[in-house]
């Protein structure tokens, strides 16, 4: 059983199109999160959610949404795309609020032409 | 905000041998830090983790050590193998979305 899945594998794109990653747990967990892995590897947190709390983080541009439609599943919208959004962007999921024991998907890989 | 330094960059050792990779931390109220490592393509995942009140922890071929203190922690892998060989991230949290993560070790196992 796949823990944390994410849809699509690859995606290219050009710039200024508009973009959703899919990312679903079946662990039961309470809280998820989308990070960005640059092509340095630099891992970086974008967003943590549970059912009753978004986190952003400051530095993430307001082009990128999280959006929750349950407790499973957290996607991730991208308006308006740039170059500098490529990138491979993994999501994650943790039993609780306190971020310990995080499961990463896959990943998804974002080429921004 | 926080800043997790990880070092060394690259590190290659003879199977068998031991590997240590470091990480420090700034900000004091970090309470939990978990190591993961990322093989070529794949997801990160979760190896070992410690809580701020806890010095050491062990599982099998691979221990993570905490100095509260100096702010800093280790992650210690003995008797090394081919399969070790992969990317290893350190990481410091205070919370669920203050995770920062250190910027990786690249260990390479040498048959």
């Known amino acids: 059983d796949t823990a944390v899945s994410q849809t699509p594998k690859y995606l290219v794109t050009q710039m200024g199109n508009d973009k959703s990653i899919k990312c679903e747990q079946n662990l039961g967990h309470d809280t998820m999160y989308w990070y960005k892995q640059d092509s340095k590897k630099f891992l970086k947190i974008m967003f943590s959610y549970n059912n009753k709390e978004l986190i952003i983080n400051e530095t993430v541009p307001n082009r990128f949404s999280p959006k929750s439609p349950d407790k499973a599943h957290l996607n991730l919208h991208i308006n308006s795309l740039e170059l500098g959004d490529s990138a491979v962007y993994f999501c994650?999921?943790?039993?609780?609020?306190?971020?310990?024991?995080?499961?990463f998907g896959p990943g998804t890989r974002l080429t921004v032409t | 905000g926080e800043n997790v330094e990880q070092h060394p960059s690259t590190l290659s050792v003879q199977e068998g041998d031991s590997a240590v990779i470091k990480c420090t931390y700034s900000?004091?109220?970090?309470?939990?830090f978990p190591w993961y490592k990322q093989e070529l393509g794949k997801r990160p995942q979760l190896i070992i983790d410690i809580r701020s009140n806890v010095g050491e922890k062990k599982d099998q071929r691979i221990a993570v050590t905490l100095n509260k203190t100096a702010k800093h922690f280790s992650l210690h892998i003995t008797e090394t193998q081919p399969e070790d060989s992969a990317v290893y991230f350190c990481a410091a949290s205070k919370g669920r979305n203050q995770f920062y993560f250190g910027t990786g070790t690249s260990l390479t196992v040498i048959p």
């Open positions: 900000d004091s109220a970090s309470n939990y």
């Open positions: 994650a999921s943790s039993p609780g609020t306190s971020g310990l024991s995080q499961y």
